[in-house]
C-alpha cells in the first residue's frame, strides 16, 4: 500500500507537465473556496440560508470535479484537448456559480476569471485563451441576468466586463505575436537563411527522426556543385548565392511534396527521398542532374553555368542515419572521380561497406564491392 502511494505522490509532483500544475492549482483554489463556504465569513454576508445550503453544495461539487479532473491526468498524463475544455469550462462555472450566491462577500472572486483566462493562454496557446475568455463572459452575463446584486451594481458589473474583454484580447494579440517569433526562431535554427532548405543541422535531426531499422526504402541524394568556385572566382559571391538559390528552386521542382531537402554545406545539398524505390530514387537524381546541367544563369553580361557529382544510397545499406550520410558522401566523392556531372549509386543490403574505398574510386567500385562484400563503414 505504501508503494502506490509514494508513487502517487512523486507524480503528484511532477510539475514540469502543465496539465499537472493546473490541476493541482485548481485543487487548491477549490479547496480554498470549500473552507470559504463553510465558515462563518460566508454564511454572514451570503444573501440568504438557502444560498448558503447551495453555496456548501456546490462547493463539495466542486472539489469532486477537481478531483477526478487530477485523476485522469495521473492516469491519461498525455494533452488531450477535451479534456482541457472540460476543465476550463468547470472552472468558469465554478466562479459564475460562487458570485451568483455569494453576492457582495464573493465579489473579489472575478479576479478569478483573469487567472483562469490567462493561467490556460500561457500553459496551452491563444486558442485555449480565447475559449476562457468567451466561458467566463458567458457565466459573467448569465450572473448580470439573475443575480439581484450584480445587477443592482451595474458600474461595477461594467468594469468587471471591460477586463475580461479587454485585456484577454490584448494577451491573445501578444501570445500570437511571441508565438510567431518563437516559430521563426525555430526556422532560423533548422533552415538555410539563403535558400529556405534545411542547415546541416535542421537535416542531420529529421534524418536521425527518419532513418531508422525499422523504416526502410529511403533514398539520400548526397550531392555538390562542380566548377562552382569558378564562378564565385569570376562573377563575385553575389552571383554564387544567386546560383545557390537557383540550385535549391532546382532541387524543390525535381522532388516529392514529402521529401527533404537540405544545404549542408557550402555548395553541397542533400535530398531524403522517403517511402522510395531506388529505381524511382536514380531517376529523380538524374532529373536533378540534367535540370542542374542544363541551367544558365545571366550575370554581368555573361552565363554562368554548373555540373552536379551525385551520390545515390538506399537505406538499406547502413544501419543508422550518420552512416547513411557518410556513404551518400562517399559516393559523390566517387562521382566526381569519376568525371563529374555523373551518379554514383550504393544499393545494397549489407551492413558495412569500405567508405574509404568508394571515395577513392569511381563508378567501377560497385560491382566489385557487390561481389566481395567486405570492408568496414
Known sequence: MRAPLTSLGSRLLQTSNPEYRQALIRLAVVG?????????????????????KVGKMMALAAAAASVALLLSILRWPGGWMPRRL??????????????????????????????????????FGP??????????????????????YWGAH??????VALVLTVVPAYIYRLLGSLQQARVELERRATHDSL????????????????????????VLIYFD?????????????????????????IVRDCVRQDDICGRIGGDEFCVLLRQCP?????????????????????????????????????????????TLLRLADAACYAAKNA?????????????RIDTGEIRALGTSILPALERRGEGGA
Not at 127 to 148: D, V
Not at 339 to 350: E, L
Request: aromatic share 8%.
Open 32 to 52: 480554498a473556496a470549500l473552507c470559504f463556504a463553510y465558515s462563518p465569513l460566508y454564511a454572514a454576508h451570503a444573501p440568504d440560508a438557502a444560498a448558503v
Open 339 to 351: 568525371g563529374r556531372n555523373t551518379i554514383h549509386v550504393v544499393d545494397t543490403a549489407r551492413l
Open 127 to 148: 486558442p485555449y485563451l480565447a475559449y476562457a475568455a468567451l466561458c467566463s463572459l458567458a457565466g459573467f452575463g448569465l450572473i448580470l441576468a439573475f443575480s439581484p
Open 195 to 218: 535558400t529556405g532548405l534545411m542547415n546541416r543541422s535542421g537535416f542531420e535531426q529529421q534524418l536521425e527522426e527518419l532513418v531508422t531499422p525499422r523504416e526502410q526504402g529511403q
Open 86 to 123: 472540460i476543465g476550463i469550462t468547470h472552472d468558469t462555472a465554478a466562479v459564475s456559480v460562487a458570485m451568483y450566491l455569494g453576492g457582495v462577500a464573493t465579489t473579489p472572486f472575478s479576479v478569478l476569471y483573469l487567472v483562469i483566462i490567462l493561467g490556460n493562454g500561457f500553459r
Open 225 to 249: 556543385l562542380d566548377r562552382f568556385k569558378a564562378v564565385n572566382d569570376a562573377a563575385g559571391h553575389a552571383a554564387g548565392d544567386r546560383l545557390l538559390v537557383a540550385v535549391a528552386r
Open 154 to 159: 451595474l458600474a461595477l458589473s461594467a468594469n
Open 278 to 322: 531506388m529505381p524511382l530514387g536514380t531517376q529523380i537524381a538524374t532529373r536533378i542532374k540534367d535540370r542542374i546541367h542544363e541551367f544558365r544563369m545571366p550575370w554581368g553580361g555573361k552565363l554562368y553555368s554548373v555540373d552536379a557529382s551525385l551520390g545515390v544510397v538506399s537505406s538499406q545499406s547502413a544501419e543508422d542515419a550518420p
